[in-house]
């Protein structure tokens, strides 16, 4: 009997009347009443797709057999810089619509929240609110974050240790996603460099450091994936390890990453854009430690339309020229995404 399909990655945007008026005169995030562009601040974003709303997206998912669907937050509401009072209003109400989603069709889909780490007793106390009320568990985490200096930080740091333990106190899966590149990199924001390469040092980077801290074996009771394949920390793994033998100065008090690789609660999801990139994380970690993720409905994601793009595809030719085989296939698609999300079921 061929096993559903549960896509790990996907997002969705409330209507434009969903969005309080508080969000819009603050310049904060909105959609344009005819749903054309989402905005932010001097910042817009074409809505790519119908199957950004909701009524739309479950009809994309049936056309493409996708059985459900893990929503992540929206990265423009990681509210990085962002105000304490904006940052409290603005993440009750993104976690408040996702919930939302969640409850109108609990067979379609899980969402996910988000708290903001600088301002730690609100993210602890919106970490409780959204497992106790809104019963939610899946943890979204942006790679980094400004602290009260202004610097950036990785998200896994000494400082956010609290919403880790609370997480495991949960038994929470969490999802770790990159944004804000081009406030991090002084370099001009030309040909989608930010999206296109330096997202990809974001997840590096804060792989980076979750395998130095141990966090895999700090907090057993939290599985954690990593957006986009984690890409570049896949193809860094050797340089890390060559840096780590070579300047044992530098990393006293660390774990050795080879600790973590392959791991059972460190998960990678699979948009990754090219099949050969897929095999190179199913050498580094096992096809076990891979779920589905499509990144659905930005045109970044495996969306039909864009080139030779559909749902699946990475995986799809990964079979087809033998890097999967075929259980391993369903097991990405289904076994692996339950494993993190810490059920048995849909």
Known sequence: MQKLKINGHGHILPEPSE??????EKKLFWIDDDKKFMRQDDWARPITDPSFFFD????????H????????????????G??????????RWQNDFNASVQERRPDKFTSGFVVQPLHLDDALNEMRRSVEDLKM???CLPTHFLNKKNEWLSVVDESTLPIFDLANEYNLAIEIHPYDGEKMVALKDIYWRFHLVWMMAQT?????MYSLLDFVNKYPNIR??????CMLGQANYGRRLQGFDGRPDLFTETRDP???LGHPNLFFDTLVHDSYTLQLLKIRVGSSQIVSGLDDPYPLGEMEGVANSYPGRVIDFAVQVGILEQKESDAIWYDNVLRWLGKTSI
Request: with cysteine; charged share 25%.
């Open 56 to 63: 739309d997206k479950i009809e994309w998912m049936e056309r």
């Open 19 to 24: 969005i309080p008026r508080f969000m819009r």
């Open 65 to 80: 057999a996708i059985d459900h669907g893990v929503m992540l937050n929206l990265s423009q509401v990681y509210c990085n």
């Open 82 to 91: 962002w105000s304490k009072q904006d940052s409290y209003d603005a993440i």
């Open 224 to 229: 954690t994936c990593f957006a986009h394949g």
């Open 258 to 260: 080879r600790a973590s």
């Open 137 to 139: 568990t899946v943890l």
């Open 204 to 208: 590096a980077d804060t792989l980076h």
